[in-house]
Nanobody, 120 residues
Framework: QVQLVESGGGAVQAGGSLTLSCAAS????????MGWYRQAPGKQRELVAG???????SYAESVKGRFIISRDNAKNTVYLQMHSLKPEDTATYYC??????????????WGQGTQVTVSS
């Protein structure tokens, strides 16, 4: 079983910055991809940014140039640096980790979510 623990959310004024982190632990053999999603009230969950084990990254158009995703393979941790935050970035942010567990079975686990609130 794989557990994810997120941290770093909070409230910030527009233009400010926050950094989220998500640490994976448990019966992990290999992590293939890590990503951040967000869900605002009344909206569907959307992919914000993703990173592969080889550090290939992808971003939603709405956050390109403002957010940076990175990972520390040794710590099984993924980070999301968020800069120039806008009120429309307000949402609950979830990390997702995909890989293989110690039984060589694929897994996909979600974090518990962390709230980011940006005021104008």
């Amino acid at each position: 079983q794989v557990q994810l623990v997120e941290s770093g959310g909070g409230a910030v004024q527009a233009g400010g910055s926050l950094t989220l982190s998500c640490a994976a632990s448990g019966s992990i053999l290999r992590i293939v991809a890590m990503g951040w999603y967000r869900q605002a009230p009344g909206k569907q969950r959307e992919l914000v940014a993703g990173v592969t084990r080889e550090d290939a990254t992808s971003y939603a158009e709405s956050v390109k140039g403002r957010f940076i995703i990175s990972r520390d393979n040794a710590k099984n941790t993924v980070y999301l640096q968020m800069h120039s935050l806008k009120p429309e970035d307000t949402a609950t942010y979830y990390c997702k980790v995909e890989g293989f567990d110690s039984n060589y079975a694929p897994f996909g686990s979600w974090g518990q979510g962390t709230q980011v609130t940006v005021s104008s």
